[in-house]
């Protein structure tokens, strides 16, 4: 019989589970950071905008058709056109980049073979990774001429331009996530559609489509976040003024814009132009935060889940 001493102990090494706490506490805090970072930049935009809102009413603000902060005889704070300029830009590029970015995501997942999937996902997502200030230029030195020969009205910087070439610069986000949902709906369903007849057409249409829809529309929103949010581009190729009514031939601002203006600009540190910036990124975190939020209920409305 085998003494007790030979036989293999069965207790954890000392500091195994202290070294497992602190790995514990190290995840804890990484997982933390995001949500302490995302406190602290809502305590700032709202002590920030707290001071705007006590001199311009929310009114005034949300509906005002005049921006005129710097205008030291009538100052105004109305940043509709702003908000205006942002939604038309927006529009534009989504209208140039959903239905492009969507057929190529069909084309990769369900035509192109698997070397052209390998090459051609590849290519078509380093248009991500040009930097935007080189798209701006693009748009104004190229696109812009470009459309002045069949629009002779059309000014240096404007609106239109800004958006096909922000459109341009989304399609890779378009395309990369709605490729993966529709990539990732189960085979079963296409074979089981071409047993009952289906051609391929009518097999994405009807059967592919509306079981990655969730997906899909996520990836939308969160395309539109990002066109919302972009500056260089706007700023390079749209311009920097608030007009009022809003003109795609003429140059806009959009809410961006301005936060550049002041943040470049030679306003003193402290005035109140510097509130304006500190509202207008809190209107764009509402904006964001109520996309995010209609994302997550189209996600959690339409998923479909397989077995």
Known sequence: MRSSATRPSLQAPPGRYLKERLIQGIFFLCASLAIIVTVVTIWIFLSGSGIFFTKVSMWEFLSGTRWAPLDVARPSYGALPLIVGTLIIT????LIAVPIGLLSAIYLSEFASERVRRIAKPVLEILAGIPTVVYGYFALLFVTPLLSTVLPDIQFWNALSAGIVLGIAIIPLVSSLSEDVIYAVPRALREGAYALGATKFETIR???????????AAAFILAMSRAIGETMIVAIAAGRVPTWPPDLLRPLQTLTVHIVNVATGDAEAGAFIWATIFAIGALLFVITFLLNLLSYWIVRRFREQYE
């Open 91 to 94: 529009g534009i590029a989504l």
């Open 206 to 216: 009807l059967v592919i489509l509306p079981a990655a829809i969730s997906g899909i």
